[in-house]
Each structure stands twice: as C-alpha cells, then as structure tokens.
C-alpha cells in the first residue's frame, strides 16, 4: 500500500482546521490552488488562499491591550487556614516517632552537621581544620591520615584518593580497630563531597581480617545512616569513618 502523497495530507490539515460548515469549500479551495506533483514547490500566495482565516484574540480586537489574567474563582482568598482545632483527634507527630517510644536514646556521637572542614557532633564537640572523625564504641576521634595544612585538596589527600578515583586508607590509621572488643558489626565510610570506591587492600582487611562489614557513601548521607543505625542497632554494633564534607575529590 502506498503511503499517502505530503499534498493529500496538506489539504486534509486544511479541512480539519476550519468548521465543519466551511470544510467543503475550503477543501476546494485547496484542490483548486494546489499545484500538480512536480519538484516546484508551492509559492506563498497559493499558500494563503488554501489556508482559513484564525480567529483574532481578544487583545487584537481591543486595540493591542493584553487579555485580562484567568483566575479561579473557587481559588481560596487566603492560605490561613483557620484558628487552631481544639478537638482531642489531632496528630501528635512525637507519638510517631518508633525508636523514641521504644525507649531509644540518641547517642552523643550521633552528628549533628556535616560542614565543609569538620563535624559537629551530638554532644557539642567540633571537629575544624580538615580533621576527619571516627566514631567507635560511643566515643568519637579526630582521624587524620592525610596533611591537614596542604593547600588544595589533591595535595591533601594525595596519599588516599589514586588517579583511578579509588581511596585506599592506610592500615596504621584502623590500628584501633584491631584493639577494640568486640569489634562492630558494620563500619560506615563517608568519603567526601562525593562517592568514591574503596581500595580492594583497604575492603579485604576491613572484612577479611577483622571480620567488619563495610558500607561506603558520601559523608552526608554516611553520616544520616550512622545515626539511624547507632540510634537503633547501639554505638557497639556501628562504627563511622567520616571525611569532611569538603574533600571533592582529585
């Protein structure tokens, strides 16, 4: 089956544009100035006989001046919605909170703010200058493995973060890790502004010879897991290593 000529269907978009009443002698119109199939196209003039007349809008009959905006009238007058309800069915969102109900106490290592240089912590300790944070056993410590006094961040973290985008944290910063007992069940890393793979040294000692689940994200959303799952699992199955939100990256 053929499919339809661009001429058949430029004057059925003609007929479909106009009323029904109009639609027979506009489609003539449109036979009468369409022009036989050859490689010229069709002129300007031709065009315009075949093409009906638009409606004018309101604001060309009026001289130019704008339309009138369209409002709702069912839209409300104002977004107060009222006095206060008195009635004893009202949500008490507090009563909502499971893990408070349950008797769950927000541990003091829970962090606060991610800020570009440090942390703040639940208890109202502050790390600043580029210091990292590891989080063990309900308390907390300043992690530093990289030099806190280099200029940029690629000089910093030079010794962590590889051209590859790979962090490989070395072994003698997780010496606590080694010491403590029991060890946690999960360790939660945060490396920065962005998301960075783990080094396959720094995941087999993690895992392998400590017998630690490791868990990777960005810091901030590292840091919203910590406190979720220290709030509800304990600090003793938790741990956090945290690098400041301000390392980007190489």
């Not at 006989?49 to 409002?71: E, K, M, T």
């Not at 004893?88 to 008797?103: P, R, V, Y």
């Not at 910063?173 to 998301?195: A, C, F, M, N, Q």
């Not at 630690?212 to 709030?231: E, H, P, Q, S």
Request: proline share 7%; with cysteine.
């Amino acid at each position: 089956m053929r499919a339809p000529s661009s001429e058949l269907l430029w004057a059925m978009r003609v007929a479909c544009r106009v009323p029904s009443s109009q639609n027979a002698c506009f489609a003539r119109a449109a036979r009468q100035t369409m022009p036989v199939r050859t490689t010229r196209p069709l002129t300007t003039s031709s065009r315009l006989c075949a093409v009906a007349p638009q409606p004018q809008s309101r604001s060309q009959l009026s001289g130019g001046r704008p339309d009138p905006p369209r409002i709702n009238p069912r839209a409300p007058k104002t977004h107060d919605r009222g006095p206060v309800s008195e009635e004893e069915t009202q949500t008490d969102f507090s009563k909502m909170d499971i893990l408070a109900n349950a008797g769950a106490v927000t541990p003091a290592t829970s962090i606060d703010a991610c800020v570009n240089d440090g942390f703040h912590l639940n208890n109202g300790q502050q790390t600043v200058g580029g210091m990292g944070l590891l989080l063990l056993d309900g308390e907390a410590f300043v992690w530093t493995p990289w030099d806190t006094n280099a200029v940029s961040n690629a000089e910093g973290f030079g010794k962590l973060l590889d051209k590859r985008g790979i962090i490989n944290i070395p072994k003698s910063s997780l010496g606590v890790l080694e010491l403590v007992y029991p060890k946690p069940d999960l360790l939660i890393i945060g490396t920065g502004r962005k998301l960075w793979m783990l080094g396959k040294e720094t995941r087999e000692y993690l895992s392998e010879r400590l017998g630690i689940r490791v868990d990777v994200m960005d810091t901030g959303n590292a840091a919203a897991a910590y406190n979720l799952l220290a709030m509800e699992r304990g600090v003793t199955e938790v741990a956090g290593l945290m690098i400041p939100d301000g390392f980007r990256g190489i």
